[in-house]
């Protein structure tokens, strides 16, 4: 056997444990290795210090067995008792189990546990402070050594586990793995690598990850991984980066402005200085043999919707259709309203295509497509689903990118082949997160906002306050946003929501055109709730955070956000942005209920900046940017153990590597580097269908 053998050959498994092992992605002896610990657990006697969130809580026992008793209860429960003394304490040792007629459910128990004999105890004290009893939840004899090798006075592993797998046989299966077989584990990384900074090899790294010896083992191993996590990543977009430069695409661009200059006269305002650098970027690319892979990345209000027509207007003129996809229908719809205004009149075909269409619509609408009747499609993920073809895309574009993942940008490109993608975020993301999220685009950044915005004044206030500020300001003919966390009301204390909200705010401000805006309403509802707040047919818009993106109301100059405490920081920076985006004086009240320190933190962010750049720079947001970019969950990564914001200082230093690496090697052919080619492959070329190395 090797390390490529199934699992069920390894003693103590077979062929049922290795069907339960492959519902968790163990199927190779390799893949029982590689399957790591979530935590880990300190049963020495004499514990370490300095623990930390990785480790759980365990209490370890070794003693003398004194006496022992079988108890028996009205129902259907059994419990064994036993005594045990170390000499200096004795505790007394409970055992539980259900009651089952068909056979004695303490038969093992009782023939392992007598008097006199030495034994070690792993469970939970009764009570933590007194821990004169515990409840045992694995014990094992003195005469086994073998057993306490893997399970009992050392730091063990903690695994993720379904129903059938114990953590006992988990820990046994993996151990009995390593001693045999460790040894054949190929090392991925060049020994340069290892040497310079200073990482053990892959054997020995994964012995230390699941059985260190201790705290600076574990330490040391854990740095191993979670550097080559972080080096392949960077390794796979460079390859990829460089695969996408050197496709030709086929096709080109005139620069014929025969769509573009009326829409750009039609606006009404000039390009600032940062957007004509992105528009001059975004169409050079386009104008490249190689397809364009950009990010735009602008503050709220910048004006990136503009651009990205600019680019759609670009490919129509030429003949090509495009696709504009957004994460959210109330987006989507947004963008369509946005598309109506400003290309009224222009000889241009755009539809919509969202989930909320019917049946009739939708093929009609799909048909369109199909027939190059549509030059621009404005949708949703609807875009991306296999029943959509179109006869001459050429151009996509995907509005707040952190939502859809590598797989999702690679579905919309097979739609088009060898299409140019621009993608874009107002989250503003530090560099060395962008090149680890986004290192196969390259970056356009707006740095500065259209003329006439105002900044958006921002305090933390009671409710009160914030609706008497907002009553002057509708008096002068302005509009309001009231955001609440959630639709309707949830067992979560001091939770204010949408519908239940509504009815209050309605009377307050009963002089007032209000209106609900929430995720499950009909699109259709949503569109006219939307419509007439843009024509300043409602004056108070109550709503969830769908609000959050894409709504422009120029007429718009309050933001009341109601639980301000439960928002990350770039969440409240883009609700914050639906207002000041016209000449209007603007404000952005918080309203917040038992701040932690952190929330405290990220509301006085708010309050002390209206720069979404310096707000990227606080600690705060870079902590809530795993929820916002959906790192932790982020699929197109599948890190064990990596975490690119935490580990960003390991980070550079794998971006440094690999490209020093390429720099010496670009497609990986010494012989040193044939390892890491392997891995890259194995890792990324189906998975994502990027890696080209011939």
Not at 22 to 45: C, E, H
Not at 187 to 201: N, Q, S
Not at 206 to 221: D, G, I, S, W
Not at 606 to 613: A, P
């Amino acid at each position: 056997m090797n390390i490529t053998s199934s699992v069920q050959y390894l003693k103590g498994i077979g062929p049922i444990k290795a069907e339960i092992l492959g519902k968790v992605g163990v199927f190779s002896i390799n893949d029982l290795m590689a399957y790591f610990p979530v935590k880990w657990q300190d049963r020495k006697l004499e514990k370490e210090k300095d623990l930390n969130d990785d480790f759980q809580d365990s209490y370890v026992f070794f003693g003398k067995i004194q006496s022992i008793k079988d108890l028996y209860t009205s129902s259907s429960l059994r419990i064994f008792r036993a005594i045990i003394s170390n000499g200096a304490q004795e505790i007394e040792a409970v055992w539980f189990k259900r009651h089952n007629p068909r056979y004695d459910v303490f038969s093992q128990i009782r023939r392992d546990i007598k008097p006199g004999i030495k034994i070690w105890l792993v469970g939970k004290p009764e009570d933590p402070l007194f821990k004169f009893k515990i409840r045992v939840e694995e014990y094992y004899l003195e005469t086994d050594e073998r057993a306490q090798r893997a399970h009992i006075n050392r730091i063990v592993p903690v695994y993720p586990l379904t129903d059938k797998l114990s953590a006992k046989f988990m820990r046994s299966a993996v151990y009995f793995s390593l001693l045999n077989y460790a040894q054949e584990l190929p090392e991925a990384l060049p020994l340069e690598l290892l040497a310079k900074r200073g990482l053990l090899t892959a054997p020995l790294a994964l012995k230390a990850l699941h059985f260190p010896e201790n705290l600076l083992e574990l330490k040391r191993a854990k740095k191993r991984f979670i550097y080559e996590e972080l080096f392949l990543l960077t390794m796979a977009w460079a390859i990829k980066r460089r695969q996408t430069r050197n496709i030709k695409k086929g096709y080109g661009y005139d620069l014929k402005k025969n769509i573009l200059t009326p829409f750009k006269e039609k606006l009404g305002f000039d390009f600032t200085d940062s957007q004509k650098t992105a528009i001059n970027q975004i169409f050079k690319d386009m104008r490249e043999p190689s397809p364009m892979s950009r990010l735009l990345e602008g503050d709220v209000g910048s004006g990136k919707t503009v651009i990205a027509m600019s680019a759609l207007l670009l490919a129509a003129e030429n003949g090509y259709q495009s696709a504009f996809m957004a994460p959210t229908e109330i987006l989507a719809e947004q963008h369509f309203m946005t598309f109506e205004k400003y290309l009224k009149n222009l000889p241009v075909r755009f539809e919509i295509l969202t989930s909320k269409l019917s049946p009739v619509q939708r093929k009609k609408v799909i048909d369109k497509i199909a027939k190059g009747e549509v030059d621009i499609v404005i949708g949703t993920h609807s875009i991306i689903e296999p029943s959509v073809k179109f006869k001459n895309l050429k151009l996509m574009i995907i509005d707040e990118q952190h939502r859809f993942g590598v797989r999702q940008r690679a579905a919309l490109r097979h739609k088009g082949e060898k299409a140019d993608m621009l993608v874009m975020t107002a989250t503003p993301i530090p560099r060395t997160l962008f090149l680890a999220l986004y290192g196969d685009l390259e970056l356009s950044i707006l740095k500065d906002m259209p003329p006439g915005r105002q900044k958006v004044e921002t305090s933390s206030v009671q409710e009160d306050t914030a609706f008497k500020e907002t009553r002057i300001e509708l008096s002068k003919g302005r509009q309001a946003y009231i955001v609440y966390p959630i639709i309707e009301e949830s067992k979560v204390a001091d939770l204010k929501s949408v519908k239940e909200e509504f009815e209050k705010v309605k009377i307050i401000f009963k002089d007032y055109k209000t209106a609900m805006l929430h995720g499950r309403m009909k699109s259709a509802e949503k569109k006219r709730i939307m419509g007439e707040f843009l024509n300043k047919k409602i004056d108070v818009l109550v709503a969830t955070p769908v609000v959050e993106v894409g709504l422009d109301a120029p007429g718009a100059a309050i933001m009341i956000i109601n639980n301000a405490e439960r928002f990350g920081l770039a969440s409240l920076h883009q609700l914050r942005g639906r207002v000041g985006r016209s000449k209007y004086k603007s404000k952005c009240f918080l309203i917040s209920n038992n701040l932690t320190p952190d929330a405290r933190e990220r509301i006085n962010a708010m309050c002390s900046t209206s720069s979404g750049f310096e707000i990227s720079e606080k600690d705060s947001y870079i902590r809530g940017m795993g929820d916002v970019l959906g790192i932790r969950q982020h699929g197109d990564m599948d890190f064990k153990i990596a975490d690119i914001l935490r580990d960003s200082d390991m980070l550079k230093k794998a971006i440094e590597d690999k490209d020093e690496l390429l720099k010496n090697d670009p497609n990986l052919l010494k012989r040193e580097n044939f390892p890491l080619r392997r891995k890259l492959l194995k890792l990324y070329q189906n998975k994502w269908n990027i890696i080209d190395l011939t």
